[in-house]
Every structure is written in C-alpha cells, then in structure tokens.
C-alpha cells in the first residue's frame, strides 16, 4: 500500500515544483501579449485581456533605428567567438596542469584557483583603463579576447576530467612517436568532449545573458547585444515598453532552450562522469 502511494505522491510533488519554477516564465510570455499599461497594473491576472499581438512586431522593430534581429547577430557573433576561445584555451591550460609539471608548477596552480574567488568586480577598474589605453572600447575585443586565455571554471573542470584518464595512455602514445602537443590534440581532446560540451553550453549561456560587458565596452547602437537592446525598452524618465520588452525577452530565450534541450545530455555528463567507461 505504500509503495502504491508513493509515485502518486512523488509526482505530485515534482509537478507542483515544476509549476512554481516554471509560473515566471509562463507570465513573462502571457505578459508579452499584454498592454504595456497593463502588464502590472493586472499582473495577478495570467491571461492577457485584450490580447496584443504587435508587440511582437514592434520589438523586432528594435530601437535607434536598429531592428532587434541586428542585436542578436550581434550577440552570436560574441557568444560564438567567446565559447571557442574559452574552451579551446582552458582546455590547453587543463592539458598542461594535468600532464606536465614545471618550475613553478603548484604556485600558478595555486594562482589559478585563487582567482576563482575573486569577484568580478573587484578587476573591472584595472581592465577597462588597460582597454581603454590599448584603445579597445566600442569593440567586441574586450569581451572576447580575454577568453583565449583560459577561464578557471573551465580550467578546473577539464583538468578534474583529465585526471580521470590513466596515463599509461600518454606513455603508449609516447612510445609511439607522438609529441606533447599531437598528445593532447588526439589522445586528450576525444576523451573529454564532455566536459568540453559543458564548457561550451555554460560560456554560451553567462556569455547570451551579460549586461555589464557589453555596457562598459560598447558605445554604438549598432554593435549592441539582446540584453543592451532588451535594456534599451526601458525609460526611467518616461513610460516604459513592456509589452514589446517582454516580447523579445521571449524570443531571446529560444537559442537558449534550443541549446538547453539539445545538449542536456552533455551538461550532466559532463559534469558527472569520473574515469572511463569500459
């Protein structure tokens, strides 16, 4: 008699989760059909009344002249450039922690996880007068570059990944004529497209939703990012857009789910996976 109560109930429970978690976005969505005068003067009121269905036309039409489609290229083209960068580079780094100790070897490691404590903010001062004299703003180079070299998350990821794979692979592949680099690029890379994947996804992600780089380092309209031109919606003097903000907050989150849905199986794997499966 338990065991029969207990799916009922089980399930009850994830579904009612499921509900709380996913009601915001539920009334985000609903809330881009509505008025903008009435998106929160009726925010307890889930279904839209009238239904408006030009906010949609009118948020892709984008703001200074800019449709909103100029702000997601723009975006793509960072998050693209950004994510291999990041993963390319901390795979590298990872690589060279793991398989090769040098002068040195546990103080930079040292370092490394040491700026995984670091807040973001403490470095935004130093870096925007270092890009501001290599003469970078109105540029995607400062959101981009510093991703070529490593970021530590990823670093302590892949180097957690690489650990599981037993070195006598390293030494049949030495014995066999390869160098460090042709070692890491065919023995190494293949095994941890996993964690690489997750990598990739959590670099796409942190990279779609960022506000602050974008507005420390672009200046023109037509360089700005989905969440500089969702921003942009916004009037703190005047009214502000709801209705077609919420609209294109909507039709941002498609590549996120695309990606989310696509590559859920990595995420996890990439994550949770220890040794090699045999």
Avoid at 21 to 40: A, G, H, T
């Amino acid at each position: 008699m338990r065991n029969k109560l207990k799916w009922p109930v089980y399930h009850i429970l994830i579904g009612g989760l499921a509900i709380v978690m996913l009601y915001p976005i539920l009334w985000m969505i609903m809330s881009s059909f509505k008025e903008s005068r009435l998106v929160f003067a009726t925010a307890r009121q889930l279904i839209p009344d009238p239904w408006v269905w030009g906010n949609y036309s009118q948020g892709w039409e984008g703001i200074a002249g800019y449709s909103f489609g100029v702000f997601i290229k723009n975006s793509l083209v960072i998050v693209i450039i950004a994510t291999i960068g990041a993963v390319l580079s901390s795979s590298l780094v990872a690589f060279g922690f793991a398989r090769n100790k040098f002068v040195g070897h546990g103080l930079w490691f040292g370092i490394m996880m040491m700026t995984l404590m670091l807040p973001a903010d403490v470095v935004l001062v130093p870096q925007y007068v270092i890009y501001t004299k290599l003469g970078w703003l109105d540029s995607i180079r400062p959101i981009v570059v510093p991703q070529f070299f490593g970021v530590p998350f990823f670093i302590f990821l892949m180097l957690q990944f690489i650990r599981t794979i037993p070195q006598e692979l390293d030494e049949a592949a030495t014995i066999d004529g390869c160098g460090k680099f042709r070692l890491y690029y065919n023995i190494i890379l293949p095994l941890i497209r996993p964690s690489m994947a997750t990598a990739a996804i959590f670099s796409f992600y942190w990279r779609w939703e960022d506000l602050l780089g974008p507005v420390l380092y672009l200046n023109s309209p037509a360089k700005y990012t989905v969440s500089m031109g969702l921003k942009m919606f916004l009037d703190s003097e005047s009214v502000s857009n709801w209705g077609p903000m919420f609209a294109m907050s909507v039709i941002s989150l498609v590549p996120v789910m695309i990606i989310f849905f696509i590559f859920q199986k990595q995420i996890v794997e990439g994550i949770s996976t220890s040794g090699l499966k045999g």
